[in-house]
Every structure is written in C-alpha cells, then in structure tokens.
C-alpha cells in the first residue's frame, strides 16, 4: 500500500515543490523511523520557495531518502537519532539534502564486539546513480564521529 502511495505521489503535479517535497519526506521519515524508537531532528529554512521540482528530480530525490531510511533502519542498530537537512545554495543553484546518524558507543560497553561492516549491498551505489541520473553528486560514508553520511545535491 505505501508503494502505490509513493507511486501516485511522485506523479502528481501538485507534489513539486520544495514545501510538499518536504512534508512527504517528514512523513516518511516518523512513518518508518518513530516505532523504532530513533528520534528525528529537521534541520530546514524557516521558509522554502515554492520552487518547482521536474518529475524526476522530485522521484529520484525521494528515493534515496527511502533508500538511505532503510539503511539505517537494517544497519545502524546503534544509531539513536536521525539528523535530516534540506537546504538551498543559491551559487549556483541548488538543493542538498543531508542525513546523519548518530551512534551510541557500543564498543566502550563491550570491548570485544566488532561493528559489522556489510559491502555487498547495492544501496549506496543506488543512490549515487541516482543522483547522477538528475545531474547531481551524491557523497556517503562514515564521519569521524562514528555517524554515517548521506550528502547529496542537486542543480535546480
């Protein structure tokens, strides 16, 4: 039933601007994420310009976030919350969207555990194609901190 919900949202052309993008993507994100018990924190301006997204950006752009949700949802069993940030740069113009974990120091409770490190998924080449397919770049990987980054923009 969500997949045909997010099917014939991505085709409705009153879904393609930046303040409906981003109510989808709230929620989405409490949809999925709130029964886990990961808090979620939104980090957007104030005020979005009713900037019009194409279809594809609009369905790529949602599609990672799914993508990147899940991910942590099935990898990150440590994160406690989940840090999204949707901004514009205006030189040149363009949409990023970034999604951070934040992860509880399990090592420190248990010394011998080993993080597991999955490399056979296809998730984050998914994602990287797919923002390239709208001409945008796509970065994912660990921090410093522990986290885990999904960074990707998007020419408008």
Not at 39 to 61: D, G, M
Not at 149 to 156: A, E, G, I, M, S
Request: hydrophobic share 40%.
């Amino acid at each position: 039933m969500r997949q045909l919900n997010d099917v014939v949202w991505s085709l409705d052309a009153h879904n393609d601007t930046l303040p409906q993008l981003l109510d989808r993507l709230r929620d989405y994100a409490y949809e999925v994420l709130a029964p886990s018990g990961l808090h979620i924190k939104f980090e957007v301006p104030e005020t979005l310009p009713t900037t019009h997204l194409s279809l594809a950006l609009r369905r790529n752009l949602y599609l990672i976030y799914k993508e990147t949700l899940h991910n942590v949802l099935k990898h990150a069993a440590g994160a406690s919350w989940l840090r999204v940030r949707l901004s514009l740069e205006s030189s040149p113009s363009r949409l990023l969207l970034e999604i951070n974990n934040e992860v509880v120091p399990v090592l420190a409770a248990h010394p011998t555990a080993v993080p597991y490190q999955r490399r056979s998924g296809h998730g984050l080449r998914n994602i990287t194609q797919r923002a390239v397919a709208v001409g945008g770049t796509a970065e994912c990987g660990p921090q410093a901190d522990g986290s885990f980054r999904v960074r990707v923009q998007f020419p408008l």
